[in-house]
């Protein structure tokens, strides 16, 4: 008796671990969330962003030759929901003012340079294309190619003498936008 009660109890407790591995598994983003908060010279950052994966795919390029994320079409700047950053005083964006607040933020990337846009539409699925009459500022960056290649989607701030740089990085492509404080 007490060999099948044994028995009966490895199982039970074999079927309940192979359950919770299975749901922290299968709940794992593919993409996961990061939030980066950033201080400089009384400008406080934060932005929340998903991070996909490169996985051998052709990330930027054209529509053609399936790139991901197509030359000339709407990206999130991520994956999941929309990515969104808040500046805490007013700032300059590439040399254009930007007021202090949460917008959304998003680009169109060229081959060449990306229109980047800070858009007043927060709280949506990054997956739909924004409101475009919401957008605040639209700049454009030239595109760096980076001499190594970056598997997941990674956006970084660092300060130099002109102020904050954020730093958008994926596959072998590097854009860097400058933020100044007002």
Known sequence: MNKKLLIGTLGVVLVISVYVA???LASRPLSPSQTITYSYHGLDLKLVYCRPFKKAR??????????????GKYWRLGANEATEITFSMDINVVGKPLKAG???LYAVPKELSWEISFNNELGKWGYDEPD???????????????PSETEQFTISFNNDSTGVNMNLDWDKTHLRVPIGVQ
């Open 22 to 24: 299975y749901r922290v």
């Open 58 to 71: 052709l990330i930027f390029g054209q529509s053609k030759d399936g790139a991901l994320v197509p030359n």
């Open 102 to 104: 949460s917008y959304r």
């Open 132 to 146: 475009y009459s919401k957008d605040v500022l639209k700049i454009n960056v030239p595109v760096e190619r980076s």
